[in-house]
């Protein structure tokens, strides 16, 4: 690993504290007009950011994976992948070597799985669709944290924080803490008229998702400005 990092060049803009994934392309091609689609798409980013690579190649060697998954990955977009699946196979699990080196396209993203595996702590930014940008946080609550609060939220285990700026809305943050007890939700937001709009649609969203199949504890809305 520090052979690895020790590639990286030195005048790198991020840190491994400042570190995020990004995306080159909106997520959605256009702006979208119902819920349905999003979710599955902002999942499809996170997996196949590269992140969690290593894992789809095991995956795939057990047959629990496919080698047209791995290939959407950017280290799958780096490798020449063989016609012959069993010679494919060889070669990935041959790519575990120390002595193999790595493609210095790779290197910043070696630096943020590493980034991530030593926080607990995942940072996405890009574009939703064209022109509307956001912030993905998602992380695993400290333990120190869980002992300052009370026991029914001592099972709380992660979180995660979208942060957009909207052309109507203002910027709006939405804090979503998921545990075994079910799901709390907290929208924040910049203007007055957004906060009030979110508040009046505060009971709608709560049974909406309630009607998906979530447990969801509470639902709060907060002005921000001043």
């Known amino acids: 690993m520090q052979n690895i990092l020790s590639q990286a060049p030195a005048n790198a803009p991020n840190t491994p504290a400042t570190q995020s994934l990004s995306s080159s392309a909106p997520i959605l091609t256009s702006t979208p007009i119902n819920s349905t689609d999003l979710p599955s798409l902002l999942q499809k980013a ?3 950011s590269g992140l969690f690579y290593e894992s789809h190649q095991a995956q795939w060697v057990n047959g629990e994976n496919t080698l047209e998954n791995l290939q959407q990955e950017p280290q799958g977009k780096l490798m020449l992948v063989a016609a012959d699946l069993s010679t494919a196979k060889v070669a990935v699990q041959a790519s575990v070597s120390p002595e193999m080196p790595v493609h210095a396209q790779a290197i910043p993203l070696v630096q943020q799985q590493l980034t ?4 607990g702590h995942l940072l996405w930014r890009g574009e939703v669709w064209q022109g509307q940008s956001m912030e993905w946080d998602i992380y695993e609550q400290p333990a120190d944290e869980k002992a300052q609060e009370n026991e029914l939220d001592q099972a709380a285990q992660w ?3 979208l942060r957009l700026s909207m052309p109507q809305l203002g910027d709006i943050t939405a804090s979503i803490a998921l545990n075994a007890n079910g799901i709390s939700i ?6 007055l008229d957004t906060a009030g709009l979110l508040k009046g649609n505060q009971l709608p969203l709560a049974t909406g998702m309630q009607s998906a199949g979530l447990n969801i504890r509470a639902v709060e809305v907060e002005y921000d400005g001043k």
Do not use: C, Y
């Not at 991530?116 to 926080?119: I, M, N, R, V």
């Not at 907290?186 to 203007?191: G, P, S």
């Open 159 to 161: 979180r995660t924080q």
């Open 186 to 191: 907290k929208l924040n937001a910049a203007q």
């Open 116 to 119: 991530t595996l030593e926080t």
């Open 46 to 48: 996170i997996v196949q």
